[in-house]
């Protein structure tokens, strides 16, 4: 008997292969545009899932302070927000 696979069941699995080959080859393995690509298809899947009650982006000491505070600080530039806005945003 054969058994199917939905999309979402082989996009989990690709992604389990693309972080397994990233883990193994180091991040220089993608082009900067590849990456770039990657990380706002995760942002939206991670905000999307967010409102439905979505666990943490990641557990506890997978990354560190410093390349928390680096890579939220180039989000929040490229997407051009302010301190205004960041304030009213902790004040929900």
């Known amino acids: 008997m054969e058994t199917s696979t939905s ?8 992604g ?10 180091g991040d220089s393995a993608l082009s900067a ?3 770039s690509r990657l990380f706002a298809s995760l942002i939206r899947a991670y905000a999307a899932g967010w409102h439905t009650g ?3 982006p990641f557990a506890p ?6 390349q928390v505070v680096v890579t939220a600080a180039e ?10 806005e960041m304030a009213a945003m902790f004040d929900v």
């Open 61 to 66: 000491g997978e990354a560190t302070t410093d």
């Open 33 to 35: 545009e590849t990456r």
């Open 16 to 25: 389990r292969r693309l972080l397994e080959l990233i883990e193994h080859e």
């Open 7 to 14: 999309p979402s069941d082989e996009l989990e699995e690709a």
């Open 75 to 84: 989000m929040l530039r490229a997407c051009e927000v302010t301190s205004f």
């Open 54 to 56: 979505a666990q943490q």
